[in-house]
């Protein structure tokens, strides 16, 4: 809601609310639904605005529903905790948070003002520009960590670790906030006519300020992040057709990298429309007055675009990976695969319940463990028996020697 008013001074965004009647009020009032009605409240909301406000709904069921999914099953399944699932993980935190504001625009977007009161224009403000930042700033540690994976391999041990991702998500975190705090500056609430938006005045000569906040948000949540991602994918393309990629592992690396490259696409198709609006009105500010009424239903249609990106990412995951394609269903339909759990819950590809299956499950990897280490004995003596045959020392060939007979028996008797 901040951000969709970057464009007005101290008017209304919406030209019918400009001429509201001016409440009556206390000092100590709170100015929260019980001490106002919206002037508009009481009549019936135009269809525009009635679907925008119906459409924000679906968002936020859908939104919270899908984000609360990731977040679950990242937290929930060992195989899941992926490095750059975490990062997905701090993506979805962002839009959960977010969305727990949209209830309040639904209602404002409809009757078209705001009778939540000031300090609730003033939380959801800064949410809504915060998940801005937040979102473009994932999406530039998430493209810059596939650099690291694809292009710097050698040294991708050392960076792309669990701790290191939560050191970076909270970097996220405070760049963002740092970058939101202009919104808690200009963010004011009339009572009059119960309007929630952006004053310039406050910071100076209002025009220059609010050229200057499109651009420095344009900049900042949008276009330089787009440079560095792109830069990311073009190294990552490259080094790609440079190496060979017929492993398993690399191939692993692609899936991983066209499912980032897709939450990357699909925030510029969202986002794309809301920046290149405001931008173009920075440079024709003129365009603002001739064409007044139509660039007010484009702010609304570009903001509810960019709302959308919040519930969509969830769709991709489903879509692009089949790992979280398998923890969905596990989470929603309370799979009782074998397969399915045992792909998810343990990173060994066992589901360790307790009790009897966990001893003979234990037991197998005994087993196996003993099995390597008899494996490793054994190729030392073929090495060694290869280097006294080599020499021209007399060689005897045995089945088994004293050292591998004992490992053997010791794995025999945990039988």
Not at 75 to 94: C, D, E, G, Q, R
Not at 346 to 352: A, I, K, W
């Amino acid at each position: 809601m901040g951000s969709s008013n970057a464009i007005s001074t101290t008017e209304s965004f919406y030209s019918d609310m400009d001429n509201a009647t001016c409440y009556s009020m206390d000092a100590n009032d709170s100015y929260g639904m019980e001490n106002l009605t919206c002037p508009r409240m009481d009549q019936s909301p135009d269809p525009f605005h009635l679907a925008v406000g119906i459409l924000y709904q679906f968002v936020f069921i859908i939104g919270v529903l899908g984000n609360g999914t990731v977040l679950y099953v990242i937290t929930k399944y060992a195989k899941m905790k992926t490095v750059t699932n975490w990062y997905i993980f701090n993506l979805a935190l962002s839009d959960m948070l977010f969305l727990t504001s949209i209830p309040f625009y639904s209602i404002s977007v409809i009757f078209v003002c705001w009778p939540f009161g000031a300090i609730l224009c003033r939380i959801c403000s800064f949410l809504d520009t915060l998940n801005m930042y937040t979102g473009i700033n994932c999406l530039v540690v998430m493209s810059v960590d596939r650099f690291i994976a694809v292009c710097c391999s050698m040294k991708a041990s050392k960076y792309r670790n669990p701790r290191t991702a939560l050191i970076v998500n909270i970097c996220v975190w405070l760049v963002s906030s740092t970058c939101t705090v202009p919104i808690l500056i200009m963010t004011q609430y009339n009572p009059c006519n119960q309007n929630c938006g952006l004053s310039y005045e406050l910071l100076g000569n209002p025009f220059k300020v609010a050229i200057f906040h499109i651009i420095y948000m344009s900049l900042l949540g949008f276009f330089i992040p787009l440079m560095i991602i792109a830069v990311c994918y073009i190294l990552i393309v490259i080094r790609l057709r440079v190496v060979s990629v017929r492993t398993g592992k690399m191939e692993k690396s692609r899936k991983v990298n066209r499912l980032v490259l897709g939450v990357v696409l699909v925030f510029i198709a969202c986002w794309g429309p809301f920046y290149t609006l405001r931008i173009t009105l920075a440079i024709y500010p003129n365009l603002s007055f001739v064409l007044r009424d139509v660039i007010r239903y484009f702010f609304d249609l570009t903001q509810t675009m960019g709302y959308i990106n919040s519930c969509a990412n969830c769709f991709l995951y489903a879509f692009l990976s089949e790992s979280f394609k398998k923890s969905f269903q596990a989470a929603w339909f309370c799979s009782k695969s074998r397969d399915t759990n045992s792909d998810l819950t343990n990173s060994s590809g066992y589901v360790l319940r307790g009790g009897r299956r966990e001893r003979m499950i234990r037991k197998e990897i005994d087993k196996l463990s003993c099995f390597r280490k008899w494996s490793k004995l054994r190729s030392q003596e073929d090495k060694f028996d290869d280097e006294n045959y080599l020499s021209g020392a007399q060689h005897h060939s045995y089945p088994m020697t004293t050292v591998t007979t004992a490992v053997s028996d010791a794995c025999r008797s945990q039988e």
